[in-house]
């Protein structure tokens, strides 16, 4: 009576410990897809690495072409300082300033702006 009443035992027990390995690999599947899914789309994941990159890339452009108007404008003071033709020139054009005896005539519609 006591060996059939192990043997049953021993039945269920296995049944249970294929339950619980069901459970424990159901278990560590999930884990291992939520773990690859924060992988790839959490706040630290490679699509947001993508981004990141993409952002850094934009900004070095931006970098590039400010640095290029910042030697354009520098030449300019430059040229300013050391240029009397060039002085003469920039004062003319942005503050439409004239010479003595000199008439300046402004058409409506050429040019854009008119300025006063």
Do not use: C, D
Request: charged content about 25%; cysteine-free.
């Amino acid at each position: 009576m006591r060996t059939s009443y192990t043997g049953k035992n021993r039945r269920i027990s296995k049944k249970r410990e294929y339950s619980k390995r069901q459970y424990v690999n159901v278990f560590l599947g999930i884990t291992i897809i939520l773990l690859a899914i924060w992988t790839v789309a959490g706040p630290y994941g490679f699509w947001k690495l993508h981004k990141m990159k993409q952002y850094r890339q934009e900004l070095y452009t931006v970098i590039i072409a400010a640095s290029k108007e910042n030697t354009l404008i520098r030449n300019q003071i430059k040229a300013f300082h050391s240029n009397r033709k060039f002085q003469e020139e920039m004062v003319r054009k942005k503050l439409g300033w004239i010479r003595r005896n000199e008439l300046l005539y402004r058409f409506i519609g050429q040019g854009g702006s008119t300025q006063r």
